[in-house]
């Protein structure tokens, strides 16, 4: 049993020892509060945008940070899940990108304020949230993938474009991979000449009025470039 001397001296060291550390820990967290908070990237562009998040209400449905709705899905890392590129797309319309499915107003934003909403989220998702939001830990083989049927088509020698890879597999699938709210892209090169396909790419609206795919932004590059990949899947 500890003297009134020793308890005194274990209660006062005890109270100095923790004391000092939590001063530490207060400390060292001011010091990366910045870098953490990504503070020093802040832009005018990324505060145009919370405004116009704050105004239209999004966190009524969805989340950032673990705040908001959970009626739609989180944000915070949708720039680096999804890509400016398909974001800026399904801002125009989400209903084209998945129609019957999606029942996120259309908002009617100005190519400047898409750009503002796109910079604001993009920042959020560069904050240091600790790994927030989570990754789902899904063992190893709990899920069961189904095998695309075996065809005859020839082999795709043509690799696939950085920009179909954004925004194309959002809707359609090559091989088994990719959404279903397209149809699939897999033979598209023998039912279609290059021509067809580019021009469709330019505006799918002209070719086919009331098609639910959207118009993209591609420049003439990477148009040229998606249309070579169609043309090989054969």
Same mark, same amino acid.
């Given at each position: 049993?500890?003297?009134?001397?020793?308890?005194?001296?274990?209660?006062?060291?005890?109270?100095?020892?923790?004391?000092a550390i939590f001063v530490f820990l207060t400390i060292d967290t001011l010091r990366q509060n910045d870098t953490r908070t990504n503070a020093q990237n802040l832009t005018e562009d990324v505060l145009k945008g919370k405004e116009?998040?704050?105004?239209?209400?999004?966190?009524?449905?969805?989340?950032?940070l673990g705040e908001g709705a959970y009626y739609a899905p989180d944000l915070t890392k949708v720039?680096?899940?999804?890509?400016?590129?398909?974001?800026?797309?399904?801002?125009?319309?989400?209903?084209a990108m998945f129609p019957g499915e999606r029942k996120m107003v259309k908002y009617n934003?100005?190519?400047?304020?898409? +750009?503002?909403?796109?910079?604001?989220?993009?920042? &959020? #998702?560069? /904050?240091?949230?600790? +790994?927030?939001?989570?990754?789902?830990?899904?063992? &190893? #083989?709990? /899920?069961?993938?189904a095998v695309p049927p075996q065809t005859t088509s020839s082999v795709v020698k043509?690799?696939?474009?950085?920009?179909?890879?954004?925004?194309?597999?959002?809707?359609?699938?090559?091989?088994?991979?990719?959404?279903?709210?397209?149809?699939a892209l897999d033979h598209v090169g023998s039912k279609f000449d290059v021509d067809y396909l580019n021009r469709w790419l330019i505006d799918p609206q002209v070719i086919k009025p009331g098609t639910n795919m959207p118009k993209l932004p591609l420049s003439d590059t990477e148009r040229k470039d998606i249309v070579t990949y169609l043309s090989a899947l054969k």
């Open positions: 049993m500890l003297s009134k001397s020793q308890a005194r001296a274990f209660f006062l060291g005890g109270t100095f020892l923790f004391g116009i998040w704050e105004k239209n209400n999004c966190m009524g449905c969805h989340t950032l720039v680096e899940r999804r890509g400016v590129s398909w974001i800026d797309v399904f801002l125009d319309d989400p209903q934003f100005t190519k400047e304020e898409k +750009g503002q909403v796109i910079a604001f989220l993009d920042w &959020v #998702g560069k /904050i240091d949230a600790n +790994g927030w939001p989570p990754k789902p830990n899904i063992p &190893v #083989g709990s /899920i069961t993938t043509v690799s696939q474009p950085e920009k179909f890879s954004q925004l194309c597999v959002a809707c359609h699938a090559v091989g088994g991979k990719g959404g279903n709210v397209g149809p």
